[in-house]
């Protein structure tokens, strides 16, 4: 089968792979969409993960079930399914401990083009079908349904972690996909003032429609000095990083009030240490919180994100600006993702 992989670090293409097999508890999935991902660049072209040889790249992918093994229960082949980028090993202590995110070791649930082939091949491997796949509804688009499986489960974990009270003040650092649905599923926790931070015009008019009440732009100064501003000096209740290098932690740090939450979902690729600044943080004694989390994933999850969109709270789908028609496609589409043309979020390929 062909597989558009990492070759080596600065380096991709298409190769040739076998096709994989399916375990008892697995399946077999042909992709119909999938999504190039920021992590996907971190990975191939800055050696975010470190060497990697040969490896299929992506995890953001809805296809159709080819096989299943003999004790998969409630998937079979034809079934069409939303694919988490997040597919844990369930029978693990980590699991059971309420962290599948972490099974067997640090970040192992995220396999695809990490621990294993991704998703951007003929075929791709699922492991724990049962626990790792969702039947994807007829009525949401190939195109929506990709963004469920990374950018809103990450986006909406930015939230959760983030400790939002009702009526609360939030702040959101970078307004990509991922921040974007940060400011949704902060709406949804009942946000009172959104604030976001981002330049580019088309993630501004989005973030609006989700729930942002104000915008401020890194072009016009300090950021944690403008939202300080307009906070009459107090600060946040929440803020979630979706965006920027470590450096932003800084930022983060200042403009949370004494009791609030910072938290992270965004993938630091480069640097040793991520700095917190000692008087802004009181001095460690600030009741400051940070909290930070790979994207939580699964069956149950991606059923409930799909319920959001088919029973109309959120449409992730306003995040796709770019669609690719046909797998040859893949490589303009994730070059598309390395360049970030002020025009782009995110694009999605479609692979029938």
């Not at 976001?196 to 016009?220: E, M, P």
Request: net charge neutral; charged share 20%; glycine share 12%.
């Amino acid at each position: 089968m062909k597989s558009f992989s990492m070759i080596e670090i600065g380096q991709v293409g298409w190769i040739e792979k076998d096709k994989p097999t399916a375990g008892i508890l697995d399946a077999i999935v042909r992709p119909l969409a999938v999504s190039p991902c920021t992590s996907d660049i971190h990975t191939a072209f800055e050696g975010g993960l470190g060497d990697r040889h040969n490896m299929t790249l992506g995890h953001e992918a809805v296809g159709e079930i080819v096989e299943v093994g003999s004790e998969v229960k409630d998937f079979k082949p034809g079934d069409r399914v939303v694919v988490p980028a997040i597919t844990p090993d369930w029978r693990s202590i980590e699991a059971q401990d309420g962290y599948h995110q972490h099974s067997n070791k640090m970040l192992s649930g995220w396999k695809f083009s990490n621990f294993k082939d991704g998703v951007f091949a003929e075929y791709f491997h699922v492991n724990d079908a049962d626990m790792n796949l969702a039947k994807l509804p007829e009525e949401i688009p190939l195109t929506t349904a990709v963004m469920i499986t990374d950018m809103m489960t990450t986006g909406f974990h930015g939230a959760e972690l983030a400790n939002i009270k009702i009526g609360a003040s939030v702040a959101v650092i970078g307004i990509g996909p991922v921040g974007l649905m940060a400011v949704a599923g902060a709406f949804l926790r009942g946000a009172g003032r959104i604030f976001v931070v981002g330049s580019r015009q088309n993630c501004i008019d989005v973030a609006k429609s989700f729930g942002a009440t104000d915008v401020i732009n890194y072009k016009n100064g300090d950021i944690a000095e403008q939202v300080l501003n307009a906070t009459n000096g107090k600060g946040v209740d929440s803020v979630i990083i979706a965006g920027a290098g470590t450096e932003i932690m800084k930022s983060a740090v200042k403009m949370t009030k004494p009791g609030g939450t910072i938290s992270n979902v965004n993938y630091f690729g480069e640097g040793e240490i991520i700095p917190i600044p000692r008087i802004e943080w009181g001095c460690g004694m600030a009741h400051k919180q940070i909290r930070g989390g790979l994207c939580p994933g699964g069956r149950l999850r991606m059923e409930r994100l799909i319920n959001i969109v088919k029973y109309g709270r959120v449409n992730p789908g306003k995040l796709v600006t770019h669609v690719f028609n046909g797998f040859g496609n893949m490589e303009k589409a994730l070059l598309l993702m390395r360049e970030k043309p002020a025009d782009l979020i995110k694009p999605v390929v479609i692979v029938d």
